[in-house]
């Protein structure tokens, strides 16, 4: 079993930043893939961002593309998400996840709690 644990959200105005993390202990993988969702209320959680456990490049939703970045520390089995350039349409619930495959499938085995951003405008 794995667990994970998010933090790093909270409140920004628009334009600002943040770096949410997420940390996972339990049984640990050396493949597979970690990644964030994120959900608004009334609408379908959706896919922001996954990286390799084994590293390389991060995938990206097109809404986040250029804005985010995902990133891994493998000594310390937490993966990062930062955010830049936020916008009011961020505001969402994000969730850690991770799955033994790749790519990260839309129903990862692992999910975290979730962490609330909120961009002000």
């Known amino acids: 079993q794995v667990q994970l644990v998010e933090s790093g959200g909270g409140l920004v105005q628009a334009g600002g930043s943040l770096r949410l993390s997420c940390a996972a202990s339990g049984r640990t993988f050396n493949r597979g893939t970690m990644g964030w969702f994120r959900q608004v209320p009334g609408k379908e959680r959706e896919f922001v961002a996954s990286?390799?456990?084994?590293?390389?490049?991060?995938y990206y939703a097109d809404t986040v593309k250029g804005r985010f970045t995902i990133s891994r520390d493998t000594a310390k089995n937490t993966v990062y998400l930062q955010m830049n350039s936020l916008k009011p349409e961020d505001t969402a619930v994000y969730y850690c996840a991770a799955d033994l495959s790749f790519p990260m499938p839309k129903a990862p085995d692992y999910w975290g709690r979730g962490t609330l951003v909120t961009v002000s405008s």
């Open positions: 990286i390799k456990w084994s590293g390389g490049s991060g």
